[in-house]
C-alpha cells in the first residue's frame, strides 16, 4: 500500500534530520492565519462548485529575520475537512452524511534556497479516523518587501480508511442510493498545482490568494461518487 511509503521515508528521513539538527530552539515559528472564502467542488469528486469559508492556517514556516530556515526542520501539521451532508447534492441522494474532519501530525521539510521539499503525515479525527499524507515540493520568491509568491505540485495520499470514507459506498449505500458497492484502497487520491501570493497590507495584515487545480487518481477517481476527477478550486483571505 502506497501510503506505507511515508511512513518509510519518515523512519529514514527522521534521523537524518536530527542530525542535521532540524529543531533549533532559537528558530521563530511563522505562519499565516486568518479567514476567507473558497469557490470549488462541494465535495471530493463532486461537479458542482459551491463557496464556503477558508479557514486559514498555511505558510508555517522555521527561521529568524524574515529568512526561512535551510536545510531541515519538523514542524505540526493540522488540516480541516467540512462537513459532507448528502442532502445538498443530487448526485449523494442515499449515501451517509460525514462530518467535519480534523487532522493533526506533523511536516518535514528540507528547504534548500527558493525551494521546499515536504512530506506531511497526520491522522483523522471526527469525520474519519485514516492516516493522510502528502509529498511535495514549492517555489518562493520574493518580490521586494511586501509581494510574496509560491508556485508548487503536491501528491495526496490517504489510507483505505480516509478513501472509503471520502470514496466508497457501503452495502447499506448500494441498497440507498442505487450506487454499485465500491471499496477504494488506500493509496495516492490527488495531485495538484498550485500558484499562491501574498500581499501585505501593512506590518500586521495581508491579503492571501491561491489558486490549486486537482487531478484525481486511481481508486478514489474510479469511484462512482466522482462526476468529475478535476477538482479546481481557488481561495482569497485576510491573514495576519
Known amino acids: 500500500m502506497r501510503i506505507a511509503a511515508f511512513a518509510l521515508i519518515t523512519a529514514v528521513a527522521l534521523p537524518m534530520a536530527a542530525q542535521a ?16 472564502a473558497s469557490y470549488g467542488p462541494g ?14 492556517l498555511r505558510n508555517v514556516t522555521l527561521g529568524e529575520g524574515g529568512e526561512e530556515k535551510q536545510g531541515f526542520s519538523i514542524i505540526p501539521s493540522l488540516n480541516y475537512l467540512g462537513k459532507r451532508d448528502a442532502a445538498d447534492y443530487d448526485d449523494l441522494n442515499g449515501m451517509d452524511d460525514i462530518s ?17 521539499s515536504y512530506t506531511h503525515i497526520r491522522k483523522g479525527f471526527g469525520g474519519h479516523h485514516g492516516v493522510v499524507g502528502q509529498i511535495g515540493t514549492r517555489y518562493r520568491h520574493d518580490f521586494g518587501d511586501r509581494l510574496t509568491f509560491w508556485a508548487g505540485a503536491e501528491l495526496q495520499a490517504g489510507d483505505d480508511k480516509f478513501t472509503d470514507t471520502y470514496f466508497g459506498v457501503s452495502a447499506d449505500e448500494a441498497v440507498t442510493s442505487g450506487y454499485d458497492e465500491y471499496s477504494p484502497g488506500g493509496g495516492f487520491y490527488e495531485a495538484n498545482l498550485n500558484l499562491e501570493a501574498r500581499y501585505m497590507l501593512n506590518d500586521d495584515w495581508a491579503v ?3 489558486a490549486k487545480y486537482g487531478r484525481l487518481l486511481e481508486d478514489a477517481a474510479d ?10 478550486e481557488i481561495s482569497i483571505g485576510i491573514v495576519r
Not at 21 to 36: E, I, K, R
Not at 100 to 116: D, H, I, W
Not at 223 to 232: A, F, G, R
Open 21 to 36: 539538527q532540524w529543531l533549533n530552539a532559537f528558530d521563530q515559528l511563522s505562519f499565516d492565519a486568518g479567514l476567507g
Open 43 to 56: 465535495y471530493l469528486g463532486a461537479d458542482e462548485n459551491d463557496a464556503e469559508p477558508w479557514f486559514i
Open 100 to 116: 467535519r474532519a480534523y487532522e493533526l501530525g506533523f511536516k518535514l521539510s528540507y528547504v534548500s534556497g527558493p525551494f521546499t
Open 208 to 210: 492571501l490568494g491561491r
Open 223 to 232: 469511484s462512482p461518487l466522482v462526476q468529475d476527477k478535476n477538482q479546481p
